[in-house]
């Protein structure tokens, strides 16, 4: 047709056979339009039913990965008690110098240290005004633990700046008064 005459018979027969073809496609558009939309229909479910298989493994990959980090955690807890419970008793040198090292540790460091012992202790008051600490009197777990993370405190502030002043200074100060007192009992009592 866009090449021949519109008298010509070439020209005619397209022209016949374009009607036709429009009076059929007319028929058939119908169910071509419900096939094209059912088609959308079903790949939209299938990415909905994907983003729920995504979601259903990557939920099942972090409750996997939950499960394992807790059986860690057991097994940690574990070695954890078997080291301490295999170590040597702390020495009176090494529990005077832990208690000079807790003299040293700042408020918020000397709280946890505090909370440590309060841990196999439940009785032990870490909020009162004064807080006496037999070092004697602890269990070699905690004696261990204390001595671990007073070591890891101090070196933490000693890699800080050190041009800040302590708020709790007093506080600090009347604990190692009341360390270097308990200790200095043990001492006279010694033979």
Not at 24 to 36: A, D, G, M, N, T
Not at 93 to 109: N, T
Not at 134 to 151: G, I, N, P, Y
Request: glycine share 2%.
């Amino acid at each position: 047709m866009k090449y021949n005459d519109d008298e010509n018979i070439v020209h005619l027969l397209a022209k016949s056979l374009l009607e036709k073809f429009e009076e059929k496609w007319r028929q058939f558009l119908p169910k071509v339009e419900s096939e094209e939309k059912r088609q959308k229909e079903e790949e939209s479910k299938g990415v909905l039913a994907t983003n729920t298989s995504r979601e259903a493994a990557i939920a099942k990959l972090a409750k996997d990965t939950d499960d394992e980090l807790n059986q860690i955690n057991k097994q940690l807890e574990e070695l954890r008690k078997m080291v301490v419970h295999r170590c040597r008793k702390m020495t009176t040198d090494e529990k005077r110098k832990l208690g000079a090292g807790l003299c040293h540790l700042s408020p918020d460091d000397l709280n946890k240290a505090l909370e440590i012992v309060a841990q196999d202790n439940p009785s032990f008051q870490t909020k009162a005004e004064e807080v006496d600490l037999d070092m004697d009197a602890q269990s070699e777990t905690t004696l261990w633990r204390l001595k671990f993370f007073v070591r890891e405190a101090l070196e933490r502030q000693a890699n800080a700046a050190s041009g800040k002043m302590d708020e709790n200074a007093k506080r600090k100060r009347e604990i190692c008064n009341a360390l270097a007192k308990t200790a200095s009992k043990r001492i006279k009592k010694q033979p």
